[in-house]
């Protein structure tokens, strides 16, 4: 008897281009319909369906019907987490093939549910300087100085479920450098969405810095679009 994680059942549903493709759309955090995902794939809804069917089967994403719609995402953080950490090994030169800049993924991006890219990475070393984080080696915990930062910022204390910690570190595939990750940082991106800082872009996972993004931006950390590179 076989007593080895079945690693070949997660690599088999990995092996597509276009069950990949599904993958990262779902990165965004987001529920989105077969038809939604086939768009991103570049496939018929039918074989949308077919990908779809084994990235369920390998415990990769979940479905809910509500209404005449059946919606997909990831399965949970847990998988999203190592999803992001899988995308380190991953070629990333045709990001940058034949642009002078960095393109926009490079720069902000959703990563299921907390920022990432070079944004989140400076977000992340801006409040280890701030005190609000206290960063030790390869673990981050919450500073002496986060609950002033979060009242500042106008978001809510961070109440992470038993056990779970309320801030984690991500190692970024783009930047190869940390950001942040956790029930903090969840609420931090919820922030800029809602008062419309960042805001989704259409067709990636891309998050685009708004003029009011900029300035509160500057105000809570210090960042400019010098320091983004742009």
Not at 192 to 210: D, F, H, M, P, Y
Request: glycine share 6%; net charge positive.
């Amino acid at each position: 008897m076989n007593m080895e994680p079945r690693l070949d059942i997660i690599g088999g549903a990995l092996a597509d281009p276009s069950r990949s493709r599904i993958l990262c759309e779902l990165m965004d955090g987001r529920a989105f319909t077969n038809k939604e995902l086939a768009c991103a794939a570049h496939v018929s809804p039918q074989t949308a369906s077919g990908h779809l069917r084994q990235l369920e089967a390998a415990g990769l994403t979940s479905s809910l019907r509500s209404g005449r719609h059946v919606y997909h995402r990831i399965r949970n953080v847990e998988v999203a987490q190592v999803l992001e950490n899988m995308s380190i090994l991953s070629p990333v030169d045709h990001l940058s093939r034949g642009a002078r800049h960095a393109t926009s993924p490079q720069i902000s991006r959703s990563c299921y549910n907390h920022i990432a890219g070079r944004l989140g990475v400076l977000m992340t070393e801006r409040l280890v300087f701030l005190n609000a984080l206290v960063l030790n080696e390869e673990t981050v915990v919450l500073g002496p100085k986060h609950e002033a930062f979060a009242r500042d910022l106008g978001i809510a204390e961070v109440k992470p479920a038993s056990g779970k910690p309320a801030v984690k570190l991500c190692l970024d595939w783009t930047e190869s450098r940390h950001h942040i990750s956790g029930p903090f940082s969840t609420l931090l991106m919820q922030k800029c969405l809602a008062e419309k800082w960042l805001v989704r872009q259409s067709g990636n996972r891309s998050l685009n810095i708004t003029q009011n993004g900029w300035n509160a931006l500057h105000r809570h950390f210090d960042i400019d679009k010098e320091d983004l590179g742009i």
